[in-house]
């Protein structure tokens, strides 16, 4: 019995640190961004697949690898070397992070050489050393836990909270920021490829800025200081529910326990609502009476997928791309289809979302963080739909225009679209140097266009209450000034497109430059 035990803890040891090994050093980023039932769940698939990798090698230990069968012996044994070899590329990955490509090829010298030394070895003394193996395998038990711990962080740290909802006649104000959006290639300069009526439409009868600083260069800074209100330099994921806020008076502090535009509405008996890429039910859970991000269990298996391509990457794709000092593109096609699959589904997903929190008319302020245009392209202009290629952000932008439309015409069916406030805006500019390591590249025209820019801007349209005319408003600020506005608007101070005018006009001076930690 004691012989079958520390089998079985040997493999269980092999197998999660080869199912685990790729994203080690992603896991506290990774559980950040998950809500608590799609955590759970995943956990629970995690341990439920090392658990059965566990027993098939138990089983090949145990059953196979002495067999009188030359063929299933032989299988067996192949089985065992690459695992081996799979297990040392995880360890490595664990020890040491992104290696240069002489050093990788070291340490994969050494790994062949000990797996030839084993298959000598195995060929005059298997049992010993098989003792041996199973020996050290047991000694990692306490690291391969481990491993477990730190994918599990967050299992039983959260609880859902029901928030009061109050009765108010407060005007419905819906902010909704398009990730990636840029101001030049939208109204300033097209590629010709692109049409964005119904954006030049609402355009007609909406005021629009156009020199709107973007708030930070990334969404990880960009969406807590639009929450916070305040200027954030840098962040850093910590942990589950832990985004570290760094400040520019060398304060930090983690974005949850900030005071922020959520809190700050439900002390004025403000209804709220969230829905898009972002923990918002993790996050703001204590003031949102409605909170949805796409990573929940429902878009759970739609993401396993991926992860496993991830796991084909890691284990063959990155190695060979050391070893043979350029770019392998093994399995791009799978790549560009799992995560054209991925990003569709967390499209529709934040859309379904979206227009549920918008059309509820108990909720006076609807924060909604779409995904597109954002990398990957994910829309055909050709085929007029989603499509399970890589496109273009161009067409993105496309696809941005068309869900416009759709937004509009589900507020319409609900009476809301004219009453209401509707804030259209984004993070940050185009980053042509994040696309270039992406599988939507830019194309030469977006390239040049990019080129052609001379100030980080994001769009800003902004439809007051049954608003007639267009307001241009060319006078520069910083975006981050919408998490005051959106409070103004609640506190009777910003009711109509005079006033709003009147409002920028009179912001701080220090809302009227660009942030000095954006690079051009």
Not at 419 to 445: P, V
Request: glycine residues 2%; contains cysteine; aromatic residues 18%.
């Amino acid at each position: 019995m004691k012989k079958k035990i520390k089998d079985f803890i040997a493999c269980f040891s092999l197998s999660s640190i080869i199912v685990l090994g790729p994203s080690f050093t992603q896991f506290a980023n990774f559980n950040f961004f998950l809500n608590f039932e799609y955590l759970r769940l995943n956990i629970v698939l995690t341990i439920l697949i090392i658990l059965s990798v566990s027993y098939f090698f138990y089983l090949l230990k145990t059953k196979t690898l002495f067999s009188k069968n030359k063929f299933i012996k032989y299988s067996t044994y192949a089985v065992f070397l690459i695992s081996f070899a799979f297990f040392l590329r995880a360890i490595l990955k664990v020890v040491v992070n992104n290696m240069k490509p002489f050093i990788f090829i070291f340490f994969t010298i050494t790994a062949l050489v000990l797996i030839v030394f084993s298959i000598v070895f195995f060929i005059k003394k298997p049992k010993m050393l098989l003792n041996f193996i199973t020996t050290f395998l047991i000694i990692l038990f306490p690291f391969s836990s481990f491993l477990i711990y730190k994918a599990s962080v967050g299992f039983f740290s959260y609880k859902q909270e029901k928030v009061q909802v109050f009765k108010n006649n407060k005007p419905k104000v819906i902010w909704i920021i398009f990730d990636e959006w840029d101001q030049f290639l939208s109204f300033e300069k097209r590629p010709n490829n692109v049409d964005l009526k119904e954006f030049d439409k609402l355009k007609q009868k909406a005021f629009s800025a156009s020199r709107a600083f973007q708030p930070g260069s990334n969404t990880i800074v960009s969406i807590p200081a639009y929450t916070t209100g305040k200027k954030i330099i840098s962040s850093q994921v910590l942990g589950f529910n832990n985004l570290l806020l760094n400040f520019p008076d060398g304060k930090a502090s983690f974005w949850h326990k900030e005071s922020n535009i959520f809190s700050k509405l439900h002390s004025m008996e403000i209804n709220s609502a969230a829905a898009g890429l972002y923990p918002y039910e993790k996050l703001f859970n204590k003031y949102c009476t409605e909170k949805y991000s796409y990573f929940n269990k429902k878009n759970l298996f739609s993401y396993m997928p991926f992860v496993f391509y991830q796991m084909i990457d890691f284990y063959f794709t990155a190695p060979l791309t050391k070893l043979t000092f350029q770019k392998v593109k093994l399995f791009k096609s799978l790549k560009s289809f799992f995560e054209s699959s991925f990003c569709s589904n967390q499209y529709f997903g934040i859309k379904e979302n979206a227009f549920k929190i918008m059309k509820n008319r108990d909720i006076n302020f609807c924060f909604i963080h779409f995904s597109i245009p954002h990398p990957p392209g994910i829309y055909s202009k050709k085929d007029k739909k989603i499509t399970k290629k890589i496109s273009s952000y161009s067409e993105n932008l496309i696809l941005m225009d068309k869900t416009l439309r759709e937004i509009k015409l589900e507020l319409q069916k609900s009476n809301i679209w004219d009453e209401s406030i509707l804030i259209f805006t984004s993070d940050h500019w185009l980053r042509k140097e994040f696309w270039d390591n992406t599988l939507s590249k830019l194309n030469k025209e977006e390239m040049d266009l990019c080129s052609q820019r001379k100030e980080a801007l994001v769009p800003l349209i902004i439809k007051m209450p049954h608003q007639k005319e267009a307001i241009s408003y060319d006078k520069p600020f910083n975006a981050i000034s919408l998490h005051n506005l959106v409070l103004d608007i609640y506190n009777d101070k910003v009711s109509n497109e005079k006033d709003l005018v009147s409002w920028f006009d009179n912001l701080d001076d220090s809302l009227k430059k660009s942030y000095e930690n954006i690079t051009y």
